[in-house]
């Protein structure tokens, strides 16, 4: 059975930080891409960052440029978002997705070449970040 396990949401107050974890099971961990999504009340759900399990390319929204961080560890399948300079606009429900690396390239970079939620094929339930300001 494929899971995906999404924790680490909670209370912050602006300018703080918070580390999300996404635990996989049920799938060859390598073998896929492994995203972050956010979707705000009265909003649509919007691409956060993603990460290419076998060779660490990742992706990010503009809007977390310099902010947040994706990191994976294969040991635990594993994927991290940690999150800086949070700001009230952060709030949203945050979601881990996959999506078959075959459905992705990376440049020389370190660059995933998308990371987008209609992509996915398996997802985890929400946890909720909520920033105070």
């Known amino acids: 059975e494929v899971q995906l396990q999404a924790s680490g949401g909670g209370l912050v107050q602006a300018g703080g930080s918070l580390r999300l974890s996404c635990v996989a099971s049920g799938f060859t961990f390598d073998d896929y891409v492994i995203g972050w999504f956010r979707q705000a009340p009265g909003k649509e759900r919007e691409g956060v960052s993603c990460i290419g399990i076998h060779d660490g390319a990742t992706w990010f929204g503009n809007s977390m440029k310099g902010r947040f961080a994706i990191s994976s560890d294969n040991a635990k399948n594993t994927v991290y978002l940690q999150m800086n300079s949070l700001t009230a606009e952060d709030t949203a429900v945050y979601y881990c997705?996959?999506?078959?690396?075959?459905?992705?390239?990376?440049?020389?970079?370190?660059?995933?070449?998308?990371?987008?939620?209609?992509?996915?094929?398996?997802w985890g339930k929400g946890t909720q970040v909520t920033v105070s300001s």
């Open positions: 997705g996959a999506d078959h690396i075959t459905n992705y390239y990376s440049d020389n970079r370190g660059a995933l070449s998308a990371c987008s939620d209609y992509a996915m094929d398996y």
